[in-house]
């Protein structure tokens, strides 16, 4: 059996898991989010953990699928996500305008992006870019779109970057 499924998940104080027959919500301080629930996947939830198990062999790596999104919604819940992206460039500048992103990426005009409902998006300094939220795979979505306005080409290294990321650079041509 898979060994992500056989792992529980810690459900901390505060935090109510539910359990549809179809569906498994997540309700904690960040908010809500919820998930379908495949048929012939149990969720049991008894003294602050849930189980999660596969009624048939051939389901047992969707339950450790299941068991690692939910665990991430219960993550998400409570302490939630974020995503840091840098801005490497000459006159590569972002500030918030109310709900809305301004980018000055190099392009004849301004590039506004609207955070989508959930996410929370913040400017610490002019060349940093911090996304939050309660839902991992929404916050990831967003970075991703945010860096794809201008990826970071491999010459200079200009451009949108995740924070850490290393960009492998190659050499100019040569006279």
């Given at each position: 059996m898979s060994r992500v499924a056989k792992k529980p998940i810690a459900l901390a104080k505060g935090i109510e898991l539910n359990v549809q027959p179809e569906s498994v919500s997540v309700k904690g301080p960040k908010g809500t989010?919820?998930?379908?629930?495949p048929a012939g996947i149990d969720i049991k939830v008894e003294n602050d953990t849930a189980q999660v198990s596969a009624n048939d062999p051939s389901l047992v790596p969707l339950a450790g699928t299941l068991r690692a999104i939910v665990a991430n919604m219960v993550q998400g819940v409570t302490s939630g996500f974020e995503r840091k992206l840098e801005l490497v460039g000459v006159g590569y500048r972002a500030a918030m305008q109310g709900k809305d992103l301004n980018l000055s990426l190099g392009f004849s005009h301004p590039v506004l992006f609207t955070a989508p409902e959930g996410i929370t998006?913040?400017?610490p300094t002019?060349?940093?870019i911090v996304v939050s939220g309660a839902d991992k795979q929404r916050v990831g979505e967003v970075a991703a779109k945010i860096r794809g306005f201008r990826p970071p080409e491999p010459y200079k290294g200009k451009g949108v970057k995740y924070a850490g990321e290393n960009i492998i650079r190659k050499e100019a041509k040569k006279a």
């Open positions: 989010l919820s998930i379908a629930k998006i913040a400017t002019q060349t940093e």
